[in-house]
């Protein structure tokens, strides 16, 4: 179960943007995906478990705050996701959530709660780089694009959504 906000505002710290740049951001998720054995089509659930923390659907979310994550120590947390979202959504979304728990909670260092109705416009985009990095790596990406893969291929072999794909070539040119 999701804290109240009255445990909230005594348990938790408010999450802070790192203020890395994109790049750096993308040099975080390669040691990351290196460090565990994460190869791109990899469900980002291994992730999950292997730092210790828990996947959750919350019936009462409604899709609007899926992606919930909330952070009580190291090796101690907990993704809520919305129970009508589509998987590969929601592969975006815990690899999203992975992005706060590394970048924000210093993996669990801080004790912080992050929802789209708490998130700054720098935290949010931090948490995306990372995701786009850690499910869809620049260099193997860019390399897959001047080979000529479509979009549907590129989202095949990446297990993600033609959306992702999408944001993810037009970020990187």
């Not at 923390?53 to 090796?75: A, F, M, P, Y």
């Not at 690899?95 to 998130?119: Q, T």
């Not at 479509?150 to 037009?170: C, G, M, N, P, T």
Request: net charge negative; proline share 4%.
């Amino acid at each position: 179960m999701i804290p109240s906000t009255t445990d909230i505002d005594i348990i938790f710290e408010q999450p802070v943007p790192m203020g890395i740049s994109k790049s750096d951001t993308e040099k975080v998720a390669d040691l990351v995906r290196s460090k565990l054995g994460f190869e791109p089509g990899d469900d980002p659930k291994k992730i999950v478990e292997r730092l210790g923390g828990k996947i959750e659907i919350q019936s009462d979310l409604h899709g609007k705050e899926s992606g919930t994550l909330v952070v009580s120590g190291n090796q101690d947390f907990v993704i809520y996701l919305a129970p009508f979202t589509s998987q590969m959504h929601d592969k975006f979304t815990i690899a999203h959530e992975l992005g706060h728990y590394i970048l924000h909670s210093n993996f669990g260092d801080k004790k912080i709660v992050v929802n789209r109705s708490s998130a700054s416009g720098r935290l949010e985009w931090e948490a995306n780089w990372f995701a786009a990095a850690l499910l869809m790596p620049k260099k193997q990406f860019l390399e897959d694009c001047k080979a000529g893969m479509s979009e549907i291929e590129l989202a095949d072999k990446y297990r993600v959504s033609l959306q992702a794909i999408q944001v993810r070539r037009k970020s990187l040119g």
